[in-house]
Every structure is written in structure tokens, then in C-alpha cells.
């Protein structure tokens, strides 16, 4: 029941978006304006997990819009906006990764909510098969992590960090991704797997 009732919120949350969208293509800003207003933290918190950092994040998410925003009447199913900006999300954060050589700072304390402030809250630990409440919290703990999360192939972190920490439907994820389902349940499963063995003092 409670799966049915999600995929109604996802249709109708995409027969809103490309309401807006069509709203946008017909020349009123305001629209779009809601457009990102419904996605700007979502797509935040999916280039600060990527990046580690809360600034470049919000470049990137900038930026994902802007882009989204010109090439907006490319868009053929308007209902798969949310999954379609993800993508553009990811892509960039993954070139930002590659063109500045940047690491990826993810912690147990980084991978929670993204508030309107920009602050981190509530550690996501658990979903990294983790239990943050006995794990030291300690700078070796840390660096750990970081480098657990860094060595893991790219799309087995993005799959981790949009279907775990982001909690998006696997199709969504799937599609961002452009795989199959099955596939992303494969790079998930992988990624814990890998993370737990990195992590293994600390569990």
C-alpha cells in the first residue's frame, strides 16, 4: 500500500512539474522559479554528497539549473523532470570531481539533511551499514570513511548516495544513471559491501 501510495506522489508530482515546465516554455519566470524552489535542496544534497563541499555544491546546483532551464524544451516526458535534473546534477559534480581534482569529504556527520541554511543534520550513518552511536568519532574515523567512499567505483557511490542517503525510487535512480534496476540494486548491494569490509574496525 504504502508503495502504491508513493508512486501516486511521484505521478503527481510529475504531472505538477510539467505543468510548470509548460507554464516556463510559454514565457512565465515565475514558473520556473517554483520549479527550483521544489528542487534546489534535493539537488544540493546530491552535489554536496558528491563533493563534500557545502559551497561548490551550491554552485553546482546553480549551475544544473541554469542549464536545465536552456535545454528545457529537450525535455520530451515534462513528468521526469526531478530525474532528468538529477542526472545534470550528477554529471556535473562528477566533471567538477575530475576538472579540480577534488576529494570527496563525505562522513557519517556530512551525509545527513540539508537544511534551507545550508547546514548538515542528522547523521545518516545507518544507511551506510554503520552504527554511528558506538563508532568513534575520531579523525582517524573520518579519514577512514572518506577514503572508503572515495575508492568506491563512481557509480556505486552515486548509486549509494542517490538511493541510500537521498532515498530516491530505484527507478529513479536507474534513470539518472541510465541502467537498468537491476543494476543499481547491484551497485548499492556492492558499495555497502565495500564500505562495511573498509570500515570493518569500526562496526
Request: hydrophobic share 40%; proline share 2%.
Amino acid at each position: 500500500m504504502s508503495a502504491n501510495l508513493r508512486g501516486d506522489e511521484a505521478e503527481s508530482a510529475g504531472e505538477i512539474d510539467a505543468e510548470l515546465i509548460a507554464q516556463t516554455l510559454a514565457g512565465h519566470q515565475a514558473a520556473y522559479d517554483r520549479l527550483v524552489g521544489r528542487y534546489h535542496r534535493q539537488a544540493v544534497g546530491v552535489a554536496y554528497r558528491l563533493l563534500g563541499h557545502i559551497e561548490d555544491a551550491a554552485d553546482v546546483a546553480q549551475d544544473a539549473f541554469l542549464q536545465a532551464y536552456r535545454r528545457l524544451d529537450s525535455l520530451h516526458d515534462r513528468r521526469r523532470f526531478a530525474a532528468w535534473l538529477m542526472r545534470i546534477v550528477s554529471n556535473l559534480s562528477r566533471n567538477y570531481r575530475r576538472s579540480r581534482r577534488t576529494a570527496s569529504a563525505v562522513s557519517l556527520d556530512d551525509v545527513g539533511e540539508i537544511g534551507s541554511d545550508g547546514r548538515v543534520r542528522e547523521s545518516a550513518g545507518r544507511t551506510l551499514g554503520l552504527n554511528p552511536q558506538s563508532a568513534p568519532q575520531s579523525a582517524e574515523l573520518q579519514a577512514a570513511i572518506r577514503q572508503a567512499m572515495d575508492e568506491l567505483p563512481e557509480k556505486q557511490r552515486l548509486a549509494l548516495i542517490l538511493f541510500s542517503l537521498e532515498g530516491l525510487p530505484q527507478k529513479e535512480v536507474a534513470s539518472i544513471l541510465d541502467c537498468t534496476v537491476e543494476l543499481v540494486k547491484w551497485n548499492v548491494f556492492q558499495a555497502r559491501k565495500k564500505l562495511k569490509e573498509a570500515l570493518a574496525d569500526y562496526l
